[in-house]
Nanobody, 115 residues
Framework: QMQPVESGGGLARPGESLTLVCTGPASIFQFRNIAWYRQRPGQEREFVARIGKPGVTSYADSVKGRFALSRDAAKASLQMNSLKTDDTAVYYC???????????WGQGTQVTVIS
């Protein structure tokens, strides 16, 4: 089972912070790229952030400067600062497949930002 598990979602007000955590099978987690995606209401799933094996990160323009993705051998943490109502979405973690690309999706965790 390669499915990641997300946690840490919840309710926040604009300007506040939340941290999402992704965990996965120990046998592969530390060796694969980890990405976060989100699906806002009525929209398609979209890329948020990715972290590679050496800790190299990339971010969507919409979250750059506000979100920070980090990892260790057991988890990948998405620190979300200065939250906006537009950040309201279900957030999904994805562990890359053995040859790159997208792997299995987790169940997602809801983030709701409301003023």
């Amino acid at each position: 089972q390669m499915q990641p598990v997300e946690s840490g979602g919840g309710l926040a007000r604009p300007g506040e912070s939340l941290t999402l955590v992704c965990t996965g099978p120990a046998s592969i987690f530390q060796f694969r790229n980890i990405a976060w995606y989100r699906q806002r209401p009525g929209q398609e799933r979209e890329f948020v952030a990715r972290i590679g094996k050496p800790g190299v990160t990339s971010y969507a323009d919409s979250v750059k400067g506000r979100f920070a993705l980090s990892r260790d051998a057991a988890k990948a943490s998405l620190q979300m600062n200065s939250l906006k109502t537009d950040d309201t979405a279900v957030y999904y973690c994805n562990i890359a497949g053995p040859f790159g690309g997208l792997g299995d999706w987790g169940q997602g965790t809801q983030v709701t930002v409301i003023s």
